[in-house]
């Protein structure tokens, strides 16, 4: 279900033919944090799980509130270095290589893209998510490595076309009252 350590692989940096080839970086996400700001104002919301002792992930789930519509954010850390790295950065360099997916079994729940890459292709590192009625189930955050942007559905978010290389995949359980 959970990845303990995930790997965010990057793509191989473009070089001149007399420049070696750099092997592709391997980065360690050991955090990832969710955050949910009510469109109309209120308390910010907070989903995330970090894993700083390598054993059992600590998670965090605020409790959303029912028809209401949040501009969110996700971000990705390695907390096992000091200082700790934004991963989220590099995603957002490399936009065009990486796209995030939101899937959850609630019926009542609307994600949305609300950033694009150069080519106007989704990224997912800002989204809307709009809450229906009272309900409670699972949100996965996908993070995929060289999907097929162009694909049938992947601009809509539908993974099943994407392709590519998940880089982390996490599952939350989210609760909207």
Not at 16 to 45: C, F, H, R, W
Not at 122 to 150: D, F, N, Q
């Amino acid at each position: 279900m959970l990845l303990a350590t995930c790997i965010l692989t990057l793509g191989i940096l473009g070089c001149q033919k007399k420049d070696p080839i750099i092997p592709n970086e391997e980065e360690v996400i050991s955090a990832i944090v969710y955050t949910l700001t009510p469109e109309k104002g209120g308390t910010m919301k907070i989903i995330s799980v970090n894993n700083l002792g390598g054993n059992t992930p600590v998670y965090r789930s605020d409790t959303l509130e029912a028809h209401t519509t949040y501009y969110a954010s996700v971000q990705f850390l390695n907390e096992f270095v000091s200082p700790v790295t934004d991963i989220t950065e590099e995603v957002q360099d490399e936009a065009n290589d990486h796209q995030i997916f939101y899937q959850s079994n609630l019926n009542d729940l609307l994600l949305l893209y609300d950033d694009a890459d150069t080519n106007g292709f989704p990224v997912g590192l800002k989204s809307k998510l709009i809450t229906g009625k009272s309900s409670s189930g699972e949100l996965s955050i996908i993070l995929r490595h060289l999907p097929e942007k162009a694909a049938e559905g992947v601009k809509l978010g539908n993974i099943t076309n994407a392709g590519g290389e998940t880089d982390v995949e996490i599952n939350f359980l989210i609760y909207v009252q």
